[in-house]
């Protein structure tokens, strides 16, 4: 799933990726101007464990960095994901 592209959705505060199985996502709040809190990933059971969540997690931080935010990451899987990639979380609050 390489090649699958991921949209910032800013009225629904999600990144999107679409996938065959349906869409995943990590949902976020913006508690204030800085801050971005990444607090929910869905990805399709059948397309668990092809790297569609880290995708959407890493658009996520790319924005944050873009952007100048600092992240919240209050999801379990986020915060995995962060974990694994140190070089991320220059960004992390």
Request: charged content about 25%.
């Amino acid at each position: 799933m390489s090649d699958t592209e991921t949209e910032h959705q800013a009225n629904n505060k999600r990144f999107v990726a679409q996938t065959p199985s349906g869409p995943a996502y990590v949902a976020y709040e913006q508690p204030d101007a800085r801050t971005i809190e990444l607090h929910h990933t869905i990805v399709p059971e059948e397309e668990r464990g092809r790297g569609v969540g880290g995708r959407v997690v890493s658009a996520a931080v790319a924005y944050a960095r873009q952007q100048g935010l600092r992240v919240v990451p209050t999801c379990p899987f986020v915060r995995a994901w962060l974990d694994e990639h140190p070089d991320q979380q220059d960004v992390v609050k």
